[in-house]
């Protein structure tokens, strides 16, 4: 019996000493096969369902990013570092958010770039603001992410009350719209940027004839745009992605709805044009920050993502990519790649983006505010103008 009960505390001794060394021993798992050690930084966004185009050019952007930090061999408290891309998918829906943010704060991400949609960065940015780990967006807008006061939470491009406002003054003072409709697809995305816009018309002495609302969920908008060709309005503002603005579009032809079109970023893409065909022909839209080819690094970021991916960028991959070397960038000046080391480097950074110089207010919002103007034309977006800060 003793020498039962010996062997049996020798075998508990062997399965707990094995235990130690596997979780806080030998760090095999965090060196890649170069002896480098491993840094992740998580990216989440929708990579499957209506809008992954959107999902998968942000990722693009993240992954660009890390392969050229990791030709450079960085080094961090005497470290060589290679950075790997974890990279979720929360379908852009709310009700995935949480899991997949636990799934990179269980994956001792240093940082993350993402998420994508406004409905899912702002329920996601209270995970990682518990954990301590700082969150860069590249493309959520509504202003409620960074009102939220955490101070690990970033973003990189224009927010809805700029976008918003700009949109409104455009309306009125360069469309000359008198009587106006407003649909949005009340996604906090959707919803947040209407609201703005709406309110600025009003203070700008413009008619919101009528404020209408559909889901994600929804293909068929004709009782919609039925109810407001009834209004005899002058302009529709649209405030939702393309993946539902382009089908909208088709459906106002068919009502023989013949009225300006105006619409925010999540329809400034490539993809738009091509749901709406002919429809889009004429049609305005905004988008935070300047074009491609005005964009400091634009025209050579382009020509490296689309010999990198074998596709063309459809709006905010390059600012994933900014915001990924900002995020680095951070961590290079306080020679860690630990939160809470890099995150005070990161408040105060000054870094000189492919998008422009990239430097954060109090709340975390870029300080520059820029919003673009384009239009349709021969199937393509147009260039109008820029408002705002440059």
Partial sequence: ?????????LFFLFVASSFFLVSCGSDNSEFDSEGRKIVYIGHAGPLTGPIAHLGKDNENGVKLAIQEANDRNISLDGQTISFKVVSVDDEGKESKTT???????DTNVS???????SGTTIPASKIYHDE????????ATNVNYTNQGFPAAFRVMANDKQQGSALANFAINDISANKIAV???????GKGLADIFEDTVKGLGGIISSREFTDVTKSDFTAILTKIKGL???????????VQGGPMLKQLDNLGLNVNFLTGDGCQTLQFIELAGKSSQGVYASSPGVPLDRMPGGISFNSKYEQTFNQSIQI?????????????DAMVKANSYLPENYLPFLKNIQFKGVTGDISFDEKGDINRGSISMYQVKNNKWEYLKTLGDN
Avoid: E, W
């Avoid at 019996?1 to 505390?9: A, Q, Y």
């Avoid at 899991?99 to 704060?105: F, I, M, P, R, Y």
């Fill in 132 to 139: 301590g780990i700082p969150q860069i967006s590249p493309s």
């Fill in 99 to 105: 899991l997949v943010a636990q799934k990179l704060v």
């Fill in 183 to 189: 649909i949005d697809d009340r996604t906090a995305y």
């Fill in 1 to 9: 019996m003793k020498s039962k009960c010996r062997n049996n505390l």
């Fill in 111 to 117: 940082g993350v770039i993402g998420h994508l949609n």
């Fill in 316 to 328: 905010y991959g390059p600012y994933a990519y900014d915001a990924t070397n900002t995020l680095i």
């Fill in 232 to 242: 005899n309005v002058d302009l529709i503002f649209y405030a939702g992605m393309d």
